[in-house]
Nanobody, 112 residues
Framework: QVQLVESGGGLVQAGGSLRLSCVAS????????MGWYRQAPGKQRELVAT???????NYRDSVKGRFTISRDNAKNTVYLQMNSLKPEDTAVYYC??????WGQGTQVTVSS
């Protein structure tokens, strides 16, 4: 059974930082590409960043230079370091094994 458990969300002021973590189980983590998505109230879920098994990364334009995705295969964990946060980054953030399994999400709220 595949499980993805996110953590690290919370309330932060604009300009602040958070680091999200997602621990995976039930898969061979090292061979899977991973992604972070987010969904704001009333909006569609959108892809934020991806990382391949070979550590190639991609970001949506609005987070480039502020967010960094990384992985630790020894810990079956993918991270999303979020710096210079803006109120428009407020959303539920989801971890995903591309393109199948989803985590339960973690709330990120950025106050202005």
């Amino acid at each position: 059974q595949v499980q993805l458990v996110e953590s690290g969300g919370g309330l932060v002021q604009a300009g602040g930082s958070l680091r999200l973590s997602c621990v995976a189980s039930g898969i061979i983590f090292s061979i899977n590409s991973m992604g972070w998505y987010r969904q704001a109230p009333g909006k569609q879920r959108e892809l934020v960043a991806t990382i391949s098994s070979g550590d190639m990364t991609n970001y949506r334009d609005s987070v480039k230079g502020r967010f960094t995705i990384s992985r630790d295969n020894a810990k079956n964990t993918v991270y999303l370091q979020m710096n210079s946060l803006k109120p428009e980054d407020t959303a539920v953030y989801y971890c995903r094994v591309l393109y199948n399994y989803w985590g339960q999400g973690t709330q990120v709220t950025v106050s202005s």
